[in-house]
């Protein structure tokens, strides 16, 4: 089972005595903020777990790999998370099995 | 935008909330991000994106200074593919913002 938006509310409840809306609503805006800052183009970098970063992509030719059919892929901004150090030696020695 | 700014702006949308109280909440929110991701466990926030760990297989790397080959383990590495959301937002506002740090 995957971590969900309803779990960090539970934890903001049960560890910080937030009511749950107030632990709902910090949730919703904590992430709302990360989406608006990048969407005003602006990266985000959180020490001691990552950033994310964007890019912009050149338009370049593409193909609709079902029909061979050639279609070109449009220039873009795209997302990038980028783990930090912390976070990766904390992730790198995971021994379980997926 | 850093942490401690995104502290701030929560801090400013939620006025009945001591400053404090948003640092811990923040603190709280990333922390449970980590430890999910270390428990080898998927995050998945609808419009935002997920998180989920990518596996690399064991290799024989290089000391770049010495040359000496090495052999590294396998290990695991944090992935984060963004929602459609998040694409569509940060797309639709390319030629409106430059990319700033």
Redesign the interface.
């Known amino acids: 089972m995957a971590l969900t938006k309803a779990d960090f509310s539970e934890r903001l409840f049960d560890e910080l005595g937030l009511n749950k809306r107030e632990a709902k609503e910090m949730v919703e805006l904590f992430f709302e903020e990360i989406k608006a800052s990048l969407e005003r183009g602006e990266q985000v970098k959180i020490s001691g777990f990552g950033k994310f970063e964007l890019r912009d992509k050149a338009s370049r030719p593409g193909r609709n790999p079902k029909t061979g059919e050639e279609i070109p892929i449009t220039a873009r901004r795209v997302v990038t998370f980028r783990a930090g150090q912390k976070l990766k030696a904390r992730v790198e020695s995971y021994a379980g099995t997926q | 935008?850093?942490?401690s700014e995104?502290i701030e702006?929560?801090a400013r949308?939620?006025p009945?909330?001591a400053l404090k109280?948003?640092e811990?909440?923040?603190k709280?929110?990333?922390d449970?991000?980590?430890e999910?991701?270390?428990?080898?466990?998927?995050?998945?926030?609808?419009?935002?994106?997920?998180?989920s760990?990518h596996?690399r297989p064991p290799r024989i790397g290089r000391n770049p200074k010495t040359g000496e080959s090495v052999s590294l383990t396998e290990?695991?590495?944090?992935?984060?593919k963004?929602g459609k959301?998040?694409?569509d937002?940060?797309?639709?506002?390319?030629e409106?913002?430059?990319?700033?740090?």
């Not at chain 2, 290990?75 to 984060?80: G, Q």
């Open positions: 935008m850093t942490k995104l702006a929560l949308q939620q009945h909330l109280d948003v811990l909440a923040v709280c929110i990333i449970q991000m980590s999910t991701l270390a428990s080898g466990e998927r995050i998945e926030i609808r419009g935002f994106g997920s998180f760990l596996h290990k695991f590495v944090p992935h984060f963004p959301e998040l694409r937002r940060v797309d639709a506002s390319r409106k913002y430059k990319i700033i740090d």
